[in-house]
């Protein structure tokens, strides 16, 4: 299986500052078919289910906040907010979707500090 | 409105079983693949199952593969999750999820249900 891992495992940003949450997966999610790369950011807040950020490692979903940025290629991604909101306050995670085994990183806790 | 909504949890013994049902609406549900994730209490998320938008491709985790089943029926709208020889650590929150592609299993999850709480203890 392809191993999800996240850093750090938490953080706290003054609200206005940016937060970056970094993700690497064990073998390249990069499909040269295509060039496109199998990786999605989920945002979770208490009692919700996930909700989707971006898929293809850096495509926004629509209607999600546009201060929400995903980056990286091959097994090093990167998913940036740029300008922490207390909406924001929340864990995220990043998803493979490279291998029908899919699986998740462990999660970041994002806090005000 | 895309909508999922889980049923089917509860209390239940080690050793037992229990059908998870996840009704779908506001989209063509014979068009898109169908994914089974669950969450301990307190802890992080993990894929269970996958379905293709035919049945013709079914995937699971070592975790679960000979006891859960999944399965879909594309007339009624409907994905579920048979779950036998239940154990302590299948307690979970169960989300179905939609895998909006369109083609083929490996997309991303999108939208997620609310989830169905598992709790297995005796």
């Known amino acids: 299986d392809i191993v999800m891992t996240q850093s750090p495992d938490s953080l706290a940003v003054s609200l206005g500052e940016r937060a970056t949450i970094n993700c690497k997966s064990s073998q390249s999610v990069l499909y040269s078919s295509n060039n496109k790369n199998y990786l999605a950011w989920y945002q979770q807040k208490p009692g919700q289910p996930p909700k989707l950020l971006i898929y293809?490692?850096?495509t926004r979903e629509s209607g999600v906040p546009d201060r929400f940025s995903g980056s990286g290629s091959g097994t090093d991604f990167t998913l940036t907010i740029s300008s922490l909101q207390a909406e924001d306050v929340a864990v995220y995670y990043c998803?493979?979707?490279?291998?029908?085994?899919?699986?998740f990183g462990p999660g970041t806790k994002v806090d005000i500090k | 409105e895309v909508q999922l909504v889980e049923s089917g949890g509860g209390l239940v013994k080690p050793g037992g079983s229990l059908r998870l049902s996840c009704a779908a609406s506001?989209?063509?549900?014979?068009?898109?693949?169908m994914n089974w994730v669950r969450q301990a209490p307190g802890k992080g998320l993990e894929w269970v199952s996958s379905i293709s938008s035919s049945s013709s491709y079914i995937y699971y985790a070592d975790s679960v593969k000979g006891r859960f089943t999944i399965s879909r029926d594309n007339a009624k709208n409907s994905l579920y999750l048979q779950m036998n020889s239940l154990r302590a650590e299948d307690t979970a929150v169960y989300y179905c999820a939609r895998g909006p592609c369109q083609t083929g299993t490996l997309c991303w999850f999108d939208p997620w249900g609310q989830g169905t709480l598992v709790t297995v203890s005796s």
């Open positions: 506001g989209f063509t549900f014979s068009s898109y693949s």
């Open positions: 998803q493979q979707y490279y291998s029908t085994r899919f699986t």
């Open positions: 293809w490692a850096s």
